[in-house]
């Protein structure tokens, strides 16, 4: 999973500097030769092969590698594409196309399995890539000629904010300027909802990297992100070997099998936890948007934001997140089924809420690399707790056990590392809270 992280600054300033267009473009490009090339190097080995072949290794891995930046080029041209056209609605905008990114191997596994299979149910690998190769291209390169950012009205709206001058009443007496004592209610009342001005401490001039990683609430909201991603990434990475440790004690879920298998068992959490993560995507981005609108700036250049909606609802979100990590690790001994149910939740949330999150507080002009940068979090948590994970495990497998293939069983094989992450949430819970006072009245 960390895979996907390497290159998203460079793949955000190419979004911010041509647009989603560019990057959809690119990944038609780097989809139809990765699947392609793939389904070709299959294609040439022999179906008897009594020797692996090195180089048949190497290739398939670099073609694996352009296959995956292609999905980050896809990634960002979607989510982006819809952020910056909806930037109102940042929150909904983006948790519905992660949602639909995230539905997409579903969809495909099952196209695969109806079309693609044998009688026997094998794969046709060569065909289906040939397919993938066809399907990626041609859909990104349809986003290369559509995905433009379509100008909004958002100077016409923000005048609101700024009361207007009636000319037909105005003469040489009448002030150049508004006086803002004005008892008039009538001119007063015309807005919707009241507004306040919002100090832009980050001026869209300050918009560099230096900048960026001089502001100190950036290190906040990134140690949150490590512990967030990384300790959820690392159950998501682990869940069958967890399973395979409780396989003593999963008996206690509910199935409509009497004494469900460990791969049963697997395929429900699997399944309970992409639910939750999608479900999350969906809700948790339409609550931020109806609690926390996204800033906008009215004609005299200060940030103007809605007073009723001044809830700060992302840091909201977070706050209520972390806690979810310490509760999965502690209702694991019962049930693994809630620890699923939780990453997954904690996992769409934070996800969910961070580009909002990144352009009340930096702006949209540079949203994409400096989303990008902040993702460089969870690709520093993701090792960090899963190797914890791991040395824990192989540390509790016992002695008399010499076999290489032995798997760590019982809680042993997990508790201290949840207790660290439980402890890492803990801190990275008072960040959140730190930042919720420091950004208080700006998200």
């Known amino acids: 999973m960390m895979g996907q992280y390497p290159f998203a600054a460079f793949v955000g300033k190419i979004l911010d500097y041509h647009g989603a267009w560019a990057c959809s473009l690119i990944s038609a490009c780097l989809f139809s030769a990765g699947f392609g090339l793939f389904a070709n190097e299959i294609s040439k080995t022999p179906d008897t092969v009594s020797q692996p072949s090195t180089s048949t290794f190497h290739n398939l891995v670099m073609f694996f590698f352009i296959g995956g930046l292609g999905t980050v080029f896809s990634y960002f041209s979607s989510v982006f594409a819809a952020s910056k056209n909806f930037p109102n609605y940042i929150g909904i905008a983006a948790g519905t196309s992660m949602a639909l990114f995230g539905l997409s191997p ?25 397919f993938l ?65 919002v100090a832009d ?7 560099n990297v230096l900048d960026l990683i001089s502001d100190r609430n950036f290190w906040a909201l990134a140690f949150i992100v490590f512990v967030v991603l990384g300790s959820c990434e690392m159950i998501i990475s682990n869940i069958g070997t967890i399973v395979l440790s409780l396989s003593n004690q999963t008996s206690a879920i509910p199935t409509f099998v009497d004494t469900p298998s460990t791969v049963l068992t697997t395929a429900i959490q699997v399944r309970m936890l992409s639910l ?40 909201w979100a977070l706050r209520y997140v972390l806690p979810l990590i ?7 001994y019962g049930t693994i089924r809630r620890g699923s149910i939780g990453a997954g939740l904690a996992y769409g949330c934070a996800f969910t809420v961070l580009p909002s999150l990144v352009s009340s507080i930096w702006g949209l002009s540079n949203l994409g690399r400096n989303y ?25 497998v016992s002695d008399s056990d010499s076999s290489p293939d032995v798997v760590c069983h019982g809680p042993v094989c997990w508790t201290l590392t949840f207790e660290v992450s439980a402890l890492a949430a803990a801190l990275a819970f008072g960040s959140s809270v730190y930042l919720w006072r420091a950004w208080k009245g700006r998200v």
């Open 372 to 396: 990008g940068i902040i993702t460089y979090a969870p690709f520093l948590g993701t090792p960090a707790f899963s190797y914890l994970y791991a040395f824990i495990a192989a540390a509790r």
């Open 326 to 332: 310490p509760r999965q690790d502690l209702t694991m």
């Open 133 to 197: 190769a066809i399907l990626c291209g041609c859909v990104h390169l349809v986003g290369g000629f559509t995905m433009h950012i379509i100008p909004s009205d958002s100077i016409q709206e923000s005048k609101s904010a700024v009361p207007a001058i009636d000319p037909e009443v105005s003469n040489e007496r009448t002030a150049l300027l508004p006086n803002k004592t004005n008892g008039n209610d009538d001119e007063h009342d015309q807005g919707q909802v009241d507004v306040v001005p």
């Open 201 to 207: 401490e980050f001026s869209e001039s300050k918009n």
């Open 106 to 130: 579903t969809f495909l596994s099952i196209l695969a399995s109806r079309y693609f299979s044998s009688p026997d149910g094998e794969i046709d690998i060569t065909h289906f890539l040939q």
């Open 276 to 315: 939750a993560n999608t479900l999350s995507r969906l809700l948790v981005g339409l609550l931020a948007d109806i609690v926390s609108p996204v800033p906008s700036r009215a004609i005299d250049g200060n940030l103007w934001l809605p007073r009723e909606a001044s809830e700060q609802a992302d840091i």
